[in-house]
């Protein structure tokens, strides 16, 4: 029996971060399962990206981390508060990102309260007034962050940015960022700290500009196939992972000039046929993509009628009276004609990564495939 779901073809994943090692010199990829494996499962994304080389994992929180620290890889953690639980032994294995002088401080007090060394990466903001440290800030926070590292509270093992304007290397501000980044590590080595892993380049810089992958790469909505430039992501090798998919519910014939939807904006121009999708706002799917998206339904593409309510959607069927209970395909890889995700995102006026961690759990997950979750392959632990 059909019901919404998401299904996720984890062999995509794998694809996928063999073919963004493939194109890079540097030595580690961070897998980036924030936002639920960016709405796939975060286990089941991390597993697969592990199998085909992933060397560790990146979440935003303590909470996100935890329950992937069996996984057998280090996982990265870079958007806590200053009062984040930083003693909590449960959470003393995650690597934390660093941004500013208070967050040092209560890195340090944790660490000494749990009697474990903190793992770090320092966090230099690089242009975008967003997340990281302010470079007025960045020479003492490396001289404090080396002096913890004297006292056994803390050890640090990376050095981060983030690029703002990564799709286009000849982009004045990703230039501007890059040395940026550069001219931190070159203070940080300066004070004596000695990072193994220096990253800025998340999937677009990936992509498009090796000159910014230093020797991990910290790769997040390429695992599933989104490339963050907008271009469907086949043009860049890679392989979307998830198709969107519910029954038809129902099915009636309407007559010309009959309306459709809340509101009454959508009149029906000729006699035909019109299915029900039981997936609607709440499940992820723009309102604004209301009467011009489309779905695919019994081989051909369907157009959406009306506006996308909170729970259901109606669908043209033309001339076709489909069965209840038939596919009704939302977005997928494309291969069959199906619209994908890219499409949905451009009619909805937004990207990809909003409507993707925009499905909420009460659409099913399907995972085809299993990543192997003790794969060896892993970043370098500090000893």
Request: proline letters at 5%; a negative charge; glycine letters at 12%.
């Amino acid at each position: 029996m059909l019901t919404p779901r998401l299904t996720v073809d984890l062999a995509a994943v794998t694809h996928n971060v063999t073919r963004l090692r493939a194109g890079s010199t540097a030595r580690d990829l961070v897998a980036v399962v924030k936002a639920d494996g960016f709405g796939h499962g975060a286990r089941a994304v991390a597993g697969a990206a592990i199998a085909a080389g992933a060397s560790g994992l990146g979440v935003t929180t303590l909470a996100e981390a935890e329950p992937l620290l069996d996984l057998g890889v280090p996982v990265l953690s870079w958007l806590n508060p200053v009062g984040a639980a930083f003693e909590d032994p449960a959470t003393a294995d995650v690597e934390v990102a660093v941004t500013s002088l208070e967050h040092l401080a209560a890195v340090v007090r944790g660490a000494a309260r749990s009697g474990v060394r903190r793992r770090v990466h320092l966090f230099v903001d690089t242009g975008m007034n967003r997340d990281g440290c302010d470079p007025v800030d960045w020479v003492t926070l490396c001289a404090r962050a080396r002096g913890a590292e004297r006292c056994g509270y803390l050890e640090v093992v990376g050095v981060m940015g983030h690029l703002g304007c990564a799709d286009d290397e000849n982009e004045r501000h990703h230039r501007a960022a890059h040395l940026r980044f550069t001219a931190a590590v070159r203070v940080a080595r300066g004070l004596g700290l000695s990072p193994r892993h220096l990253h800025l380049s998340a999937t677009g810089a990936t992509l498009r500009t090796p000159g910014a992958h230093h020797d991990t790469l910290r790769v997040g909505a390429g695992l599933v196939g989104i490339d963050p430039s907008g271009v469907e992501a086949a043009v860049c090798g890679l392989r979307p992972a998830a198709t969107l998919s519910a029954p038809v519910v129902q099915v009636r014939r309407v007559v010309a000039g009959q309306h459709v939807g809340y509101g009454h904006d959508h009149a029906v121009s000729r006699d035909g046929w019109v299915g029900l999708v039981p997936l609607g706002y709440a499940d992820g799917l723009p309102r604004a993509a209301s009467d011009h998206a489309e779905m695919w339904v019994a081989g051909r593409r369907r157009r959406v009628l009306g506006w996308i309510s909170m729970d259901q959607t109606v669908v043209d069927l033309g001339d076709d009276a489909v069965a209840p209970g038939s596919e009704a395909v939302v977005f997928g890889p494309g291969e069959r004609g199906e619209p994908t995700v890219q499409e949905w995102a451009e009619w909805g006026s937004t990207i990809p990564h909003e409507v993707l961690t925009g499905i909420p759990a009460r659409v099913a997950r399907v995972h085809l495939g299993a990543g192997n979750l003790n794969s060896s392959n892993h970043m370098e632990r500090a000893a």
